[in-house]
């Protein structure tokens, strides 16, 4: 299989990077459950440095980066369902969440954000059985609503309809 087609950043990630990367006005990224790195490569080659935090980073491709990219590229080892959230408060420009929904750290990621830094999170698409671990209609929303503006939020119904489960891509910029 290509390496290049499969580090293909999320389109939402495509979509919206260049809102994040204005909004971090230079402070760094978080790409949590960042797997192959593929959104995090994308991010830094528009000039932002990416801190890649997951539990297992053999999947992430730091070669695939020019040698003046690959500096921009931090990893972080750490299960942040089990381990303490390793970020102050406003110390990161923004943060980007894809397949992975850590409804536990919640209410660390906005604290940490800086004020208008932004947080775009795209749940798993339902395939499968995962459609058990999505949230319900207006969940996510309602979990963001007080610290975050919402500047783009889709919901999409996955699994079986009476489950209430949806796929979620939602783009907040925390409030000043």
Known sequence: MNIRRQLKPSAFVRRFAQR?????R??????????????A????QMGCTVICIDRDLSRLRKEEL????????????????KEPWPFAACT????????????????????SLVPNGCLLLETVSGRGGNFQE????????AAFDRNLMIEDYKEKYVGPR???????????????
């Open 162 to 176: 009476a489950s209430g489960a949806v796929s979620v891509k939602m783009l907040g910029r925390r409030r000043l």
């Open 92 to 111: 990161l420009g923004g943060i980007v969440i894809v397949d992975f929904l850590p409804w536990l750290l919640f209410p660390y990621l906005t604290e």
């Open 20 to 24: 994040v990367v204005e909004s971090a």
């Open 41 to 44: 490569i994308f991010v830094v």
């Open 66 to 81: 020019d040698l003046p990219d690959r500096k921009r590229l931090r990893v972080l080892l750490l299960d942040v369902q």
């Open 26 to 39: 230079g402070r760094p990224i978080a790409d949590i459950g960042c797997g192959s790195g593929r959104n």
């Open 134 to 141: 999505l949230p319900k209609a207006g969940q996510l929303e």
